[in-house]
T-cell receptor, first 117, second 113 residues
């Protein structure tokens, strides 16, 4: 059982809709991540939050808007998505943001499978 | 540069050992990870190894690291049908300092009864 909880598990939306993906962890982790994963491919990093502040944006289009309301929650707001945005969106967390040689294994949720019509 | 490579597919019989191999290019990598992904699920952290170690064993799992050849392997003893999944190796390179894991393409392990 994963300790990172993502909702919803599945989401179908049109290109003009606005929706949000939610991620929650209660492990006291201070870094949280959003990844996008296409079928048969490894996850691709989108955003990193460290201590509730956005620290990394991997050149993600602005139709994806992350938000970290508190240390346990991470949202991904979606607006005007394209069909190619259909994918599995994974949230992860680690105890601390990785700095130098520190080991900060990332723990993943089960993801939200997003389909854009 | 940073690159991680894995073979794409491995098929074994139940009860046999499985060995999944991975090569990486960043010699400054400090931690290397193995993740398992079952169909319809997220990534499950299986194990990790620090770059100053040669081997790590955890129950049925044995990780071997050859730092000179930049080669990492995951051995699963007594492979079961429940081990069927995609296995990703990943490196955390200190140069990135961003939390960015560099993943391999994943090895699909098929376990035949």
């Amino acid at each position: 059982d994963t300790e990172v909880t993502q909702t919803p598990k599945h989401l179908v939306m049109g290109m003009t809709n606005k929706k949000s993906l939610k991620c929650e962890q209660h492990m006291g982790h201070r870094a949280m991540y959003w990844y996008k994963q296409k079928a048969k491919k490894p996850p691709e990093l989108m955003f990193v939050y460290s201590y509730e502040k956005l620290s990394i944006n991997e050149s993600v289009p602005s139709r994806f808007s992350p938000e970290c309301p508190n240390s346990s929650l991470l949202n991904l707001h979606l607006h005007a998505l394209q069909p190619e945005d259909s994918a599995l969106y994974l949230c992860a967390s680690s105890q601390d943001p990785p700095i130098g040689v520190s080991n900060q294994p990332q723990h993943f949720g089960d993801g939200t499978r997003l389909s854009i019509l | 540069g940073e690159d991680v490579e894995q073979s794409l597919f491995l098929s074994v019989r139940e009860g046999d050992s499985s060995v999944i191999n991975c090569t990486y290019t960043d010699s400054s990598s400090t931690y290397l990870y193995w993740y398992k992904q079952e169909p319809g699920a997220g990534l499950q952290l299986l194990t990790y190894i620090f770059s100053n170690m040669d081997m790590k064993q955890d129950q049925r799992l044995t990780v071997l690291l050859n730092k000179k050849d930049k080669h990492l392997s995951l051995r699963i003893a007594d492979t079961q049908t429940g081990d069927s999944a995609i296995y990703f190796c990943a490196e955390m390179a200190p140069r990135s300092n961003t939390g960015k894991l560099i993943f391999g393409q994943g090895t699909t392990l098929q376990v035949k009864p």
